[in-house]
């Protein structure tokens, strides 16, 4: 698609349109990101004058106790995000699109858990899955009496524990699905139909590749949701027992405890590369730069 | 475009009305009004007894001096503190400091704090209470930074005396004597948040180490990040004994309130805690009590080995360098009521605590009789005790705070041996140095 | 709608109409479950919680609730943060959905470089923006103002709105735009009047987060604000919570007082909210 002449004209206008947008990140984000990169390279205790350190915090980072097993939960977690957190999402989606009965219904409450305060909820799953009187072990002991798991305290179930927290909760994604699958033109369905597509064949051949923005959105939010997930685990397991659910958040909040402002930045970087990694390679799996229709 | 800029414009008229609507005509009519950003406010528990004091020294200074608080909930206190001293905007008056380190480092090294010296001096019976610990931990290059203490609330343990029997003080027992009169019944701890109860225990059994108690005193001014030595590897040892014999059920992820709860609940028969509890064993706590739990049943007590847990050595209210001077007078002014003994007895009833230096009035040792666990407090102290700060407070803050707690789970299932867990905590402390 | 029939059709197999309903169920139980549980048990006193977690309540007393209720103005912070969350919410929206829809259907130099930078911004982490956003708040002496936190708030929606949109925007065809332009119509007119439509699916879906993100803020509320009048909810509430740290009950019965207003407020605008998203129009 080569700028034409009509899209030339225009650019003018896409600079305008861009200045509210730029305007805000000037004022709320320069510092802090040029802050971030900067001082990771410092020794900084978050208010003396930072110190050049060149690459110490990084080293320093890396060759933390808990970074090896923060970064096999980022792995772990980013990919149960992409798979099967997205993929029950995409499913309720499907489901709720045949239209059965009550789907409406459905609809609207899978949305409570995101309305409640992802703090809020961190503390009703700690009540849940309360070895004592929690809902879960109970409702287990009902079928084997004897039964004891300290969900958020025990390897390894600790793990098991912080990832159902988030695991089944993709209302988002079923909204983001929902309106692409609902948004697909008619003709299409009716031209499947006369190729003879069944049921699950028009799912697969039609309906998945046209929502596949929605998915790698979906994706993309919900990994990056797996980088910066804090609460979940702080409120729960505290990166415990021992560094069992430990993440890079949980790292890089324990450093500024600490007073280690420069480590804790470096971490922050290695975030944003994260990300922008993750961006990247979904934003190529699902060629996000190619129009669908 | 022309859109475009009606829509600025609308935006913009939006924002006006919303500042227009926010900002607020101050009156001004010779009195010195100090608005104080604080969480002993509201429902916070410390309010209790903060906010009718603030009524009676505004009350006092009718027409001269107001104080206002500000309503801020306690986890954001030191966060807006820090980033309000880093716009010169501090108010006039701050109750302690987050971090040492922030205090000292960049308020204290940068002349940023009121020196409260020459006030003192003018005011002897005010100088006369101060405890010398405590005036010593702030006195700095000559200068006093913050209102040393004169109230001491030493931390012992709370035990249900229908369900043990001590045969004499528990101060007066070792370690074995007290788990063995424990028998079958359980102590209150935790692994969740900072495993408060559990970090008290600890403290107890390092100070009842040979050296412990020295180790423990000089660990405020100079942190410990070595836990290897013998004295550590013993009291783990033991704290691993007592986790797995004599923890309440519920201890392995259980917070402040399930330890509450199961000392209230007649399931553990101990928790260790400060003398601020006796609240919840008033009659007017009784909601909170379940299973036949009731407060007349509680005695305290200090630890094994005769011990106590207190850190006078600390900051306490201060006031910010370059304040206008009728502001500054007001502020000394609340400092001064703060110290007068009406209102520190009229503390130690609400909130426990001795004042060594203050003769104690009559009245007060009337009232004092009708709350006995409040007496057990005061008597159990004697000048025997020995006193040293809370492990938490001697080791880096992400130590005492966060990882203690996490490796107790691998402690009690046995997963680290205390060899092991000394080894793991001091590979975390070094990697918290700067 | 002709697809709901069609569909129903398709539904012969009743396997795949019980295994439909399984999911649904699923869902539901997982949704509603939670918040249920923690909702019944602050009706129950502490050793029913321990002993019978699935038994009701005997009696339902709301006196803790109606004392909460009525200790505070809870009407004014209700409305406080309805306003602030709204007002950030549409504004936000209208930004960066103009620089979404740029970036989405125009080429030009620093483009890529822009979204990037704009998407980052949902990684920055929040203690570095804390001190930048507390001074430029207070230099330009909004402290303790409403404005100050739709100002901050409309900031946070940056990275999600900017992805979310720039995906909407694109999945339109690009043909609609080259023939409106063609017949004249004018920059804003055409993102105004047939792509800002178009994308009303994203327009909601981002819509709905923000809201969301916003509706729970607490941090900033906590410390750009300080008087009753300009409180939040999630404020208001932190204050309660602090209160009730003992025994079982109090701690439900201060979750129920947390969560409870969101959602009341979702049951009453289900149905716009969720209308908003379900576009009835065919796209292309």
Redesign the interface.
Known sequence: MPINRIERRYVPFAYAFLLPTIAVFLLFYLIPIVTVVLTSFTRWDGFSTPTFNGLTNYLRFFSQSSFLISLRNLLLWSLIAATLHVGFGVLVAFVLFQKPKGWKAVRGVYMIPNIVSSAAMAMIFRFMFNNDFGFLNSLIRLVRPSFQVNWFFESPWAFVAVTLTWLFYGAIITLIVLGDLMNIPSDLHDAARIDGATGFQAILRIQLPLCRYAIGTSIILSITSRIAMYEAIALTTRGGPGDDTMNIPIILVKAITDLNYGLANAAAVFMFLMGMFTLWIINRLFRMNNPIY | MKNIMILMVMVLGVSFLLVAAGSQEVEDNGMVELVIPHYKAGQNVGGKFFLPQVDRFNALYDGTYRIVIEELPQDGYQDKIKLLAQMNKLPALIEGVGDTVWFEDYMLANDRVQDLKPWLDTKPHVKGLLLDDALEYNTRDGKIVSLPLALARPIGLFYNNTMINPSKPIGEMTHEEFLDMLGDQKIAFMTSENAWTTNLFYTSLIAAEPGGVEMLQNGVEEKIYDYTGPIWREATTNLQKVLQDYASGNTLGAAYADAANSFMSRRSAVIPNGPWMVGDFAPDSEDKWSNGFSGDQVSGDVYPGNFAIANVRGYNWWIPNGLPERELEAALAFLEFMMSPDELEAFMLVEGGVVPKLTLSEDFLTKQKKNPILVDLATTINKDTRLAPLFGDVVPGSIGNMEFGKLLPKLIDGTFTPQQFCEELTLKAAETRL | M???S???N??KFSG??VF??L??L???I??????L??VL?SFK???A???S??SLPERFDFNPFIQVFTQYNFGLYTINSLVIAS?ATI?SL???S??A???A????PGKNL?Y??????????P??????????I?NL??S?????L?F?Y??FG?A?T???MR?SF??I??SLN?AA??EGA???RV??SIDLPLAR??L??SG??MF?GN??E??YA??LT???R?RTL??AL???T????????Q??AA?TI??LP??I??IIT?EQ??AS????????
């Open positions: 002709p697809d709901t069609r569909t129903r398709r539904l795949t109409t439909l309903y999911v649904m699923f869902v539901f997982i949704s509603v479950f939670p918040v549980w923690v048990s006193d502490n050793s919680i321990l002993s977690p699935f007002v504004i209208l930004i960066y103009m620089g829809y740029s970036i259907k125009f080429r030009f822009l990037l930078l704009f998407t980052l911004t949902l990684l920055v982490p203690h570095t923006k804390a001190q930048p956003i507390f001074s430029l207070t002496g909004l303790d103002t409403r404005f100050a739709v901050v409309i900031s940056m999600i900017m992805f979310v995906i694109m999945s065809p690009d080259e332009f063609i004018g920059f804003w993102y105004w699916t994203g909601a879906t709905i987060m969301l509706w729970n607490y941090f906590m410390l300080s008087s009753p300009v999630p404020l932190a204050f309660f602090e209160a009730f740290s003992y025994d079982y009950t701690m439900f979750l947390v969560i969101g959602i407020m979702y289900q909210v969720q998203v379900a576009s009835t129009g065919v796209k292309g």
